[in-house]
């Protein structure tokens, strides 16, 4: 039979490899003791040094082109790409009246349209055989824009972009400019956009949805306003190719251009390279006036739209402040606390978590970049339902304007946006992007320390300073409530609630009845 046997020396010592080895545990077990008696005794004890985040300033990136434009570099040598963004204000505001949805059609097709050297199939064939994107339109984009970050933009600007291998940036730029400079509108891709643009208007009242929103913007902005004047069947037809030429001579040159470039780079060769592509302009273009503000005040009171779904959205709000406003930063922590912070929020818990009357609350405050935007909450829940849900809403609204908030929201808001912070700059295209967005919707030139001073702001927000700016903006006798849905259901309610829109309301809402899709105008002999 086999057996192992332990051989030890005969001077019971043991051999010099075994002892070597428990030297050098002995050794590691010493080191490794001060450590775990400095350690937490359980993981809710671990302390984090106190975060502080140092957002980028614009002065390292701007520079003045000999030309006046003003360009945003944000060097980044690990990426093989450069993204180049001219920004523009530009957007429906500037519309003339008949033509509505100019704007917009020119904006798309500047670099899908062809130039006056090149057809658009020959540039969408440059364009793939570099592996690069040119791209254009109204508002920020999708991820493709600025290095995958897409741009903080509104409806009332515009951009035009190319992402392209840093080998062949000379030939992206030069095929952006050329798009800038002189599109041709080519004829069929001028057919091809009416004709999409018009079967979507086609589709404007399928969706609930679709319906809530123009109506909100009309009850909040009035009629009149320019984000009220939609593209119609007939504005759409009457746009000529003489008409996006002139509306691309007016606007699309260097006096309306902000550049945000980002990626593999020398600053000084980039200048050199942008100075030569944007110097020589056939138009200088024209910097437009900012957006103009609504000229009457918002429809206050209760509506409705009926629309056969099993499921009525509602829209709760009114007009509050700009984004320059004093009480701006308690304005964000107050909308975050009360709808805005995701599942942390009161309007969710109560109305989703507890209640489960609504998969999606929402509220948000827009913070107007040109002038005061609204504060709106929305939600969605089957007709029956829509008068206890919006019961609660009111109350939870009410309760934000009495009580104080807790110290425990207060802290976990102010965290939230301070801590969040760094992901507006998370790369070298965010960096370029955000700061040239600041520059061309001019709180650059009016709050140069929004950024530095952002963390300083919310962090000296107080519970009181929620209170008094929930009673200073959220005020429920000027609020609009808009209903889209099922009407009769809605009104019924259900059977184990004693809510009620009529008694809610003060009476029955007024009725809204559906736009024709394409002339956007309502049924002759109903009410407005």
Same mark, same amino acid.
């Given at each position: 039979?086999?057996?192992?046997?332990?051989?030890?020396?005969?001077?019971?010592?043991?051999?010099?490899?075994?002892?070597?080895?428990?030297?050098?545990?002995?050794?590691?077990?010493?080191?490794?003791?001060?450590?775990?008696?400095?350690?937490?005794?359980?993981?809710?004890?671990?302390?984090?040094?106190?975060?502080?985040?140092?957002?980028?300033?614009?002065?390292?990136?701007?520079?003045?082109?000999?030309?006046?434009?003003?360009?945003?570099?944000?060097?980044?040598?690990?990426?093989?790409?450069?993204?180049?963004?001219?920004?523009?204000?530009?957007?429906?505001?500037?519309?003339?009246?008949?033509?509505?949805?100019?704007?917009?059609?020119?904006?798309?097709?500047?670099?899908?349209?062809?130039?006056?050297?090149?057809?658009?199939?020959?540039?969408?064939?440059?364009?793939?055989?570099?592996?690069?994107?040119?791209?254009?339109?109204?508002?920020?984009?999708?991820?493709?824009?600025?290095?995958?970050?897409?741009?903080?933009?509104?409806?009332?600007?515009?951009?035009?972009?190319?992402?392209?291998?840093?080998?062949?940036?000379?030939?992206?730029?030069?095929?952006?400019?050329?798009?800038?400079?002189?599109?041709?509108?080519?004829?069929?891709?001028?057919?091809?956009?009416?004709?999409?643009?018009?079967?979507?208007?086609?589709?404007?009242?399928?969706?609930?949805?679709?319906?809530?929103?123009?109506?909100?913007?009309?009850?909040?902005?009035?009629?009149?306003?320019?984000?009220?004047?939609?593209?119609?069947?007939?504005?759409?037809?009457?746009?000529?190719?003489?008409?996006?030429?002139?509306?691309?001579?007016?606007?699309?040159?260097?006096?309306?251009?902000?550049?945000?470039?980002?990626?593999?780079?020398?600053?000084?060769?980039?200048?050199?390279?942008?100075?030569?592509?944007?110097?020589?302009?056939?138009?200088?273009?024209?910097?437009?006036?900012?957006?103009?503000?609504?000229?009457?005040?918002?429809?206050?009171?209760?509506?409705?739209?009926?629309?056969?779904?099993?499921?009525?959205?509602?829209?709760?709000?009114?007009?509050?402040?700009? /984004?320059?406003?004093? $009480?701006?930063?308690? %304005?964000?922590?107050? =909308?975050?606390?009360?709808? *805005? #912070?995701?599942?942390? &929020?009161?309007?969710?818990? /109560?109305?989703?978590? $507890?209640?489960?009357? %609504?998969?999606?609350? =929402?509220?948000?405050?827009? *913070? #107007?970049?040109?002038? &005061?935007?609204?504060?709106?909450?929305?939600?969605?829940?089957?007709?029956?339902?829509?008068?206890?849900?919006?019961?609660?809403?009111?109350?939870?609204?009410?309760?934000?304007?009495?009580?104080?908030?807790?110290?425990?929201?207060?802290?976990?808001?102010?965290?939230?946006?301070?801590?969040?912070?760094?992901?507006?700059?998370?790369?070298?295209?965010?960096?370029?992007?955000?700061?040239?967005?600041?520059?061309?919707?001019?709180?650059?030139?009016?709050?140069?320390?929004?950024?530095?001073?952002?963390?300083?702001?919310?962090?000296?927000?107080?519970?009181?300073?929620?209170?008094?700016?929930?009673?200073?903006?959220?005020?429920?006798?000027?609020?609009?409530?808009?209903?889209?849905?099922?009407?009769?259901?809605?009104?019924?309610?259900?059977?184990?609630?004693?809510?009620?829109?009529?008694?809610?309301?003060?009476?029955?809402?007024?009725?809204?009845?559906?736009?024709?899709?394409?002339?956007?105008?309502?049924?002759?002999?109903?009410?407005?």
């Amino acid at each position: 039979m086999n057996r192992t046997h332990t051989m030890t020396p005969s001077n019971g010592r043991a051999p010099r490899g075994v002892r070597a080895l428990m030297v050098a545990l002995a050794t590691l077990a010493a080191l490794a003791a001060p450590v775990a008696a400095q350690g937490p005794s359980h993981p809710d004890r671990l302390q984090y040094p106190t975060f502080r985040y140092v957002p980028p300033k614009a002065a390292p990136y701007r520079v003045k082109l000999s030309n006046g434009m003003i360009a945003y570099l944000v060097p980044d040598r690990g990426t093989p790409l450069v993204n180049v963004a001219v920004l523009m204000r530009l957007g429906p505001q500037l519309d003339p009246a008949g033509k509505e949805g100019l704007a917009g059609m020119c904006a798309n097709l500047l670099t899908r349209s062809g130039t006056a050297t090149r057809t658009a199939e020959q540039v969408e064939a440059r364009v793939a055989s570099l592996g690069a994107t040119l791209e254009s339109g109204i508002g920020g984009g999708g991820g493709r824009f600025m290095g995958g970050g897409g741009l903080p933009l509104g409806n009332t600007e515009g951009r035009a972009s190319v992402n392209v291998l840093a080998k062949d940036l000379d030939e992206g730029l030069d095929l952006l400019t050329d798009c800038l400079r002189g599109a041709a509108f080519q004829a069929d891709r001028v057919k091809l956009f009416k004709d999409q643009a018009q079967q979507n208007m086609k589709r404007r009242n399928d969706e609930s949805g679709e319906i809530e929103d123009r109506e909100w913007s009309v009850l909040l902005r009035g009629e009149d306003h320019w984000s009220n004047h939609f593209t119609t069947q007939a504005s759409l037809e009457g746009i000529t190719t003489d008409d996006l030429k002139a509306f691309q001579r007016r606007y699309v040159g260097p006096r309306n251009f902000i550049l945000a470039v980002s990626g593999d780079f020398d600053r000084a060769t980039m200048v050199r390279k942008l100075e030569k592509a944007f110097g020589k302009w056939p138009t200088t273009g024209e910097r437009p006036a900012t957006p103009t503000a609504p000229a009457r005040p918002s429809q206050a009171g209760w509506y409705m739209v009926e629309k056969d779904v099993n499921q009525g959205r509602v829209s709760i709000g009114l007009p509050t402040i700009d /984004r320059y406003d004093a $009480d701006w930063a308690a %304005a964000r922590i107050m =909308n975050d606390i009360l709808g *805005g #912070g995701g599942f942390t &929020a009161r309007l969710v818990n /109560r109305i989703r978590s $507890d209640e489960g009357l %609504a998969y999606s609350v =929402n509220s948000r405050i827009e *913070g #107007g970049t040109y002038y &005061a935007e609204p504060w709106r909450l929305v939600f969605q829940s089957k007709v029956r339902s829509v008068a206890f849900a919006t019961q609660i809403a009111m109350t939870e609204i009410q309760r934000m304007r009495d009580s104080l908030v807790t110290p425990t929201e207060l802290e976990a808001s102010r965290a939230k946006f301070v801590e969040s912070l760094p992901t507006q700059f998370e790369t070298a295209g965010a960096i370029a992007g955000v700061l040239a967005v600041e520059e061309l919707t001019g709180r650059y030139e009016r709050d140069p320390a929004y950024f530095a001073d952002y963390a300083t702001r919310l962090n000296a927000v107080t519970a009181e300073d929620v209170r008094r700016v929930a009673r200073r903006l959220l005020d429920p006798a000027r609020m609009t409530v808009l209903m889209v849905g099922d009407t009769k259901s809605m009104l019924l309610g259900d059977d184990k609630h004693d809510a009620s829109i009529v008694k809610m309301a003060g009476g029955d809402p007024k009725r809204l009845p559906l736009r024709d899709p394409l002339t956007m105008k309502r049924p002759a002999g109903l009410p407005n």
